[in-house]
């Protein structure tokens, strides 16, 4: 029996050991912008960390692998289980090279967990089990406990509890393990006594952490956005944190920045009036993204407009703003207008079951940071967008800034232009976000910027639109590639772009 709980731990200690590594990725996504270079090589350094634990088991006399054991998952649950919390406190206050305090924890955690599984099967060895059951059973239990977190984790805790109660939950599990691995071998332990006080301290350690992380990291939050955090939560697909100062509203995904409320009208304004100006008759409108509702708010302010289809992945989105008072006074209530029908889907899946063909696409998505989002400006989506547009229809995407991201800007455009569409495209100065582009695409050509509006403005006249689709010589035109999903060059301009920004 004591065999098949030992064996039965492994199963636990696999679903830890999985689960640092994925809050490790997960919050370098976050705090560091999210790319395949970050999960690759967290996920690289993990592993390498767990062979060089599993090499220094060795080491390990067999009259103290058990107490070893023991000792592992004790040091494992406190280190795992604070490093969440204790990493946003460091890329927050410490003047410390964040980096290099992610991989020291991620190379002492992966050599912890590398530790764990030689470590019991030497334990079991020593109990006469017939090596073949060891091995098939020990691996057994780790791979169902890997597979059991990577469902579990994205689902479920990140959404539920955060990244950094999930790290510390996962901790206590460590403990327990620790804990009762003491209890049930007690007898071939030479003081257990020692080790239920360790894991005592430990458990209270981690319990209070719990209780309090949420107080915690959003501590650690104000002090990265620097104003008051009146909103934030993880959903299934990205962290939302709202802040307010005075009487600026500002939203973050996943920490960029997507608008603020004492600027967001120049952003929106020029989004989608050059569109629907030019075309008084557009009675349906689709808008992709945009789950703030402030496209959808410019859009029905023209009377003609008969229906707005609004697509957004995520309904934590759509429903913050449609039910947030604040909120729904700078969109005005548009996610609730009659006229607006939103759904919460992926973009590219719902075009390609959709039939509907529109008068006019509003492409509003975030900026193409990762490879799930650079799919989104890529060539086969671009083309199923030109599948849905009206024939004398126009769309238009925002598409990062010509100025900072000009190999990023100008690859939208090559990947409009190889989709079929004819492109125009202008630029509107934002100051929370400087010199911001879009590109308007057309099937024919023809499409001239409009001299007038018939509504109110607060930003658009006729000169401001004759400067936003002016390129001086430091926005000029870059010869680059468009975007095709087997390379996603895009995503490699984003990032080499803005990170010679940043510097």
Request: aromatic letters at 12%; charged letters at 20%; one cysteine or more.
């Amino acid at each position: 029996m004591r065999d098949r709980l030992l064996i039965l731990s492994v199963f636990i200690v696999a679903s830890c050991g999985l689960a640092y590594e994925l809050i490790a990725g997960a919050l370098a996504s976050y705090l560091l912008g999210d790319s395949v270079l970050q999960f690759s090589s967290i996920i690289g350094t993990y592993l390498f960390a767990m062979g060089l634990g599993s090499h220094c088991s060795k080491y390990v006399k067999e009259e103290r692998a058990l107490a070893t054991f023991i000792d592992v998952e004790l040091l494992v649950g406190l280190i795992g289980g604070l490093s969440a919390l204790f990493l946003f406190l460091v890329f927050a206050w410490a003047n410390a090279p964040f980096r290099t305090v992610l991989y020291a924890l991620v190379v002492i955690c992966g050599a912890l967990v590398g530790m764990e599984i030689p470590l019991v099967m030497r334990v079991l060895n020593q109990r006469k089990t017939a090596f073949a059951d060891i091995v098939s059973r020990v691996l057994t239990f780790d791979y169902m406990g890997a597979l059991a977190v990577s469902l579990l984790f994205p689902l479920v805790l990140a959404p539920k509890l955060g990244l950094a109660r999930t790290a510390l939950l996962f901790g206590i599990c460590n403990v327990g393990v620790a804990l009762w691995t003491a209890r049930v071998f007690r007898r071939e332990l030479v003081n257990p006594v020692h080790f239920y006080l360790r894991g005592g301290i430990v458990l209270m350690l981690l319990g209070g952490s719990f209780v309090a992380a949420d107080r915690l990291t959003a501590w650690s939050e104000k002090a990265i956005y620097g104003d008051e955090i009146i909103h934030a939560e993880t959903t299934h697909y990205q962290r939302l944190v709202l802040t307010k100062w005075q009487d600026d509203l500002r939203l973050y995904i996943n920490g960029n920045l997507q608008f603020s409320s004492r600027d967001e009208y120049r952003y929106h304004e020029a989004l989608v009036h050059p569109v629907l100006e030019k075309q008084p008759w557009t009675r349906k409108v689709l808008i992709l993204g945009g789950g703030d509702g402030l496209a959808l708010r410019e859009v029905l302010r023209y009377p003609q407009i008969e229906s707005v289809t609004l697509v957004d992945l995520d309904p934590a989105m759509t429903t913050l703003f449609s039910t947030s008072a604040p909120l729904v006074a700078l969109n005005k209530g548009a996610l609730k207008d009659k006229r607006a029908h939103v759904v919460n889907e992926d973009a590219g899946q719902w075009l390609e079951k959709d039939n509907g063909v529109f008068d006019a696409i509003i492409i509003d998505f975030p900026d193409p940071s990762n490879f799930a989002l650079g799919k989104l400006y890529s060539v086969p989506m671009f083309r199923l967008v030109n599948r849905h547009l009206a024939q004398n229809g126009l769309m238009v995407v925002q598409s990062t800034s010509p100025m900072h991201a000009p190999r990023s800007y100008w690859s939208i455009n090559k990947t409009l232009e190889e989709a079929g569409f004819v492109t125009t495209p202008y630029h509107a100065y934002v100051p929370s976000f400087g010199e911001w582009g879009f590109i308007i695409g057309a099937k024919q050509a023809g499409y001239t910027p409009p001299t007038a509006y018939r509504l109110p403005m607060k930003f658009l006249d006729t000169e401001s639109t004759r400067q936003m689709f002016f390129f001086p010589p430091d926005m000029h035109k870059v010869d680059v590639e468009a975007n095709r999903l087997n390379n996603q060059s895009l995503v490699h301009y984003f990032e080499q772009d803005w990170s010679r920004v940043l510097r």
